[in-house]
């Protein structure tokens, strides 16, 4: 990782982390000069909770407040490696570079039923089950498409059929599953100079026009078992503490309002994690955003009109 980060240009790269932080942390650790050369990093991980955003993490009944979704307080990936995660989040060279994608927001990317049907068209014949017309089509014909390109939209249907039962089973949501790892690297196309595949995203909840930005300290909750599932094991907690109010840019990552959700928790007051918040003077610097909003139609349509579509051509006509 090393070596593909200072091989690129000064602050144009970004490293994009969608599982533990494991290697991430170790990489800044033995590499800290990396942190001062990439322009940004993206973490799908963590959830705050609190009413950040309206998206529920679970619709089951008695868990309207929960916030993870491994344990009722962490999220998969922080919880898979805590030390890790507060490693990266409590680096200053890297906050002000972190963008955050927490549970808060994917919960609110769902692969709905139309969606599905966008993903794998009706019309679409199964690769297992080819039509006359395609079984006659010779595998050497520069015409023909690849097995690989024609599994690949039943593929991601699959998954996220998949995907859709475990959610309505174990959290409540039926609309469908949500869609955590690609809104981390979606977030990169922010700033993209082509509009056909800029993506809008927000820290802040609703509007767009906000002439503030909030960054965010970040703890994680490093005490507990492992093992242990309960509402009482608060291991892989982020907990999140606003630290700046600034002027917006005209980034289209755009801006942020200055509430804690968690002013009012006890359970972090009980835990002492408000404490020894690094300040920022003149709301310069310091601290990571988080992401609350996004342009979900937008997002969709670049992924299956433009992601999906580039695979297929990449996987490409058979030779």
Not at 145 to 173: M, Q
Not at 278 to 287: H, K
């Amino acid at each position: 990782m090393r070596k593909a980060l200072l091989g690129a240009p000064r602050n144009t790269s970004w490293l994009i982390a969608t599982g533990a932080l494991t290697n991430v942390a170790l990489l800044f650790s033995a590499f800290p000069e990396v942190a001062s050369w990439i322009k940004g990093l993206s973490i799908m991980g963590g959830a705050i909770g609190g009413g950040l955003t309206d998206a529920p993490i679970s619709k089951m009944p008695g868990e309207q407040d929960r916030v993870g979704n491994i344990t009722p307080w962490a999220e998969f990936n922080i919880h898979c490696d805590p030390e890790s995660a507060h490693s990266i989040f409590s680096n200053p060279a890297l906050a002000s570079k972190t963008t955050l994608i927490p549970l808060d927001l994917t919960h609110q990317v769902l692969a709905t039923p139309p969606i599905l049907a966008r993903l794998l068209p009706s019309q679409q014949q199964s690769p297992q089950a080819p039509s006359t017309q395609q079984a006659n089509v010779s595998t050497s014909s520069p015409t023909s498409t690849s097995i690989r390109a024609r599994n690949l939209r039943p593929l991601f249907h699959d998954l996220l059929t998949y995907f859709a039962s475990t959610y309505a089973r174990v959290f409540g949501i039926s609309a469908g599953p949500p869609l955590h790892d690609p809104l981390a690297v979606a977030v990169v196309l922010a700033d993209h100079p082509d509009p056909e595949y800029r993506i809008w995203f927000s820290d802040e909840s609703s509007a767009r026009d906000a002439e503030v930005s909030t960054r965010w300290h970040i703890d994680v909750v490093t005490a507990g078992d492992t093992g242990e599932i309960s509402h009482n094991n608060m291991l892989g907690r982020t907990v999140a503490k606003p630290i700046t109010r600034r002027p917006s840019t005209s980034s289209p990552l755009a801006p942020g309002n200055g509430g804690n959700p968690l002013d009012n928790d006890p359970v972090v007051d009980s835990l002492g994690l408000r404490s020894n918040v690094p300040s920022s003077p003149n709301g310069v610097g310091g601290g990571v955003r988080i992401m609350r909003a996004v342009d979900v139609e937008k997002f969709w349509t670049v992924i299956l009109e433009g992601s999906v579509v580039r695979a297929e051509e990449a996987l490409g006509p058979s030779r």
